[in-house]
Structure formats: structure tokens, C-alpha cells
């Protein structure tokens, strides 16, 4: 079945940084996009990225420029996130996600969606 | 920045409708994408393309669109429906967007 399995938690101090995977099977990985999407504790949902598995292509949340580098690797099927210099705010459920590409009825590219997603990954950053 | 705004919280008995509601800040709108987020779980993405359901989605589920505004409706509520919903689209640089989420409360 079509699924993402991502690595496990991690505990990080202040300053480190954290690299999770994300595997994919089920699916032909180079046709859809991935994106990483966290969620601190008792908070809402917050879009980290995204990356063309096809072609390696990026797209980051503007406030995580510069600390975040999300990479695939074809030959395994999977997806990793790293995330720099790490700090207390970091500390959150770290989802990727299919992206799945949609188009109207005139074949226009009109956006996308996360139709299948990681168990999640939780990262805690503390002294 | 393109910003969704959803109310905090919405609550029905069994068997009612509820609507939640996602205003978009900016013209025009894009297309919206609903998910449901039940506590300790992942999200699951409930309508696609403002209106759309994905398979193994129950048909009580249903979205709808106008001008800036889109409505996820639940009808006949069922205890299961409790969970967080968030709306999610995409300004046309690409770059996605959630909604700050509604707590669904089944009384």
C-alpha cells in the first residue's frame, strides 16, 4: 500500500541539528512532490517546505530560509529534512507529506495537497 | 503573505450539520483542501479542489466555495467527526498555507 514511513524521534540540544527521513513505498516516488509540515505541541499545522522528488527542486517557508535543507534520494525512495541550528521553538511533530498536484478542467495547474502522510516524527530541543 | 482565517472552535449535537468556515485575505482565492486531524494522528486529507472527496471519504462530508470563503459542512454528525480541522491552499508563488484550525466538538 502507498505509504511514508519517516525515522524516529529525536532529542536535540540548542544550536544542533536534526535530519529526518521520510521512505515512500507503494507509489512511483519521482511523481509527486514531497513537503514537510510541523506541528508544535497544542498548536496548529505549519508548512516547511516542499521538494520536487522528480527533479530536486525546492520551495521553503520563508521564515525557515537559510536553516532548513530538504533533499531526496531516488534510489531509495526517500526524502529527508534537516534543520539547523536548533532552537526551544523548534520542539514539534515533523510530518512529510505526498504532495499530489491538481489541474482544473482545462488542464490548468491550480495547486496542490498532502493526500498521504507520515506517521510523524517527534523532535525535541532542550538543554 | 496569503493567510487563511478559521474559527477556533465549533460545536453540534449528534446528527447536526456543522460548518466550518476558512477566509482567504486575498483575491483571487485559490483552491482549498480540508484535513482531519483526530489527537496523536496525522492528518487526513477529507476534500480536495474546494469541493471535491477523496475516495473512502464518507459522503457526509461535503465543501463548498464562495468569493473568498470556503465551508467544510459534516452532515449528521457522528461522535467520530470530533477532531481538529484545517483548511490548506497555496498563493501563486507555490508556497502553502494552513488555517489556524477548528477544534469540531460533538456534544
Known amino acids: 500500500q502507498v505509504q511514508l514511513v519517516q525515522s524516529g524521534a529525536e532529542v536535540k540540544k540548542p544550536g544542533a541539528s536534526v535530519k529526518v527521513s521520510c521512505k515512500a513505498s507503494g507509489y512511483t516516488f519521482t511523481s509527486y512532490g514531497i513537503s514537510w509540515v510541523r506541528q508544535a505541541p497544542g498548536q496548529g499545522l505549519e508548512w516547511m517546505g516542499w521538494?520536487?522528488?522528480?527533479?530536486?527542486?525546492?520551495n521553503y517557508a520563508q521564515k525557515l530560509q537559510g536553516r532548513v535543507t530538504m533533499t531526496t534520494d531516488t534510489s531509495t525512495s526517500t526524502a529527508y529534512m534537516e534543520l539547523r541550528s536548533l532552537r526551544s521553538d523548534d520542539t514539534a511533530v515533523y510530518y512529510c507529506?505526498?504532495?499530489?498536484?491538481?489541474?482544473?478542467?482545462?488542464?490548468?495547474?491550480?495547486?496542490?495537497?498532502?493526500?498521504?502522510w507520515g506517521q510523524g516524527t517527534m523532535v525535541t530541543v532542550s538543554s | 503573505s496569503y493567510e487563511l482565517t478559521q474559527p477556533p472552535s465549533v460545536s453540534v449535537s449528534p446528527g447536526q450539520t456543522a460548518r466550518i468556515t476558512c477566509s482567504a485575505d486575498?483575491?483571487?482565492?485559490?483552491?482549498a483542501y480540508w484535513y482531519q486531524q483526530k489527537p496523536g494522528q496525522a492528518p487526513v486529507l477529507v476534500i480536495y479542489?474546494?469541493?471535491e472527496r477523496p475516495s473512502g471519504i464518507p459522503e457526509r462530508f461535503s465543501g463548498s466555495s464562495s468569493g473568498t470563503t470556503v465551508t467544510l459542512t459534516i452532515s449528521g454528525v457522528q461522535a467520530e467527526d470530533e477532531a481538529d480541522y484545517y483548511c490548506?491552499?497555496?498563493?501563486?508563488?507555490?508556497?502553502?498555507?494552513f488555517g489556524g484550525g477548528t477544534k469540531l466538538t460533538v456534544l
Open positions: 486575498a483575491l483571487p482565492k485559490q483552491y
Open positions: 479542489k474546494d469541493s
Open positions: 521538494i520536487s522528488a522528480y527533479n530536486g527542486n525546492t
Open positions: 507529506a505526498r504532495a499530489t498536484n491538481y489541474y482544473d478542467s482545462s488542464g490548468y495547474y491550480i495547486g496542490y495537497a498532502f493526500d498521504i
Open positions: 490548506q491552499s497555496a498563493d501563486s508563488s507555490g508556497t502553502c498555507v
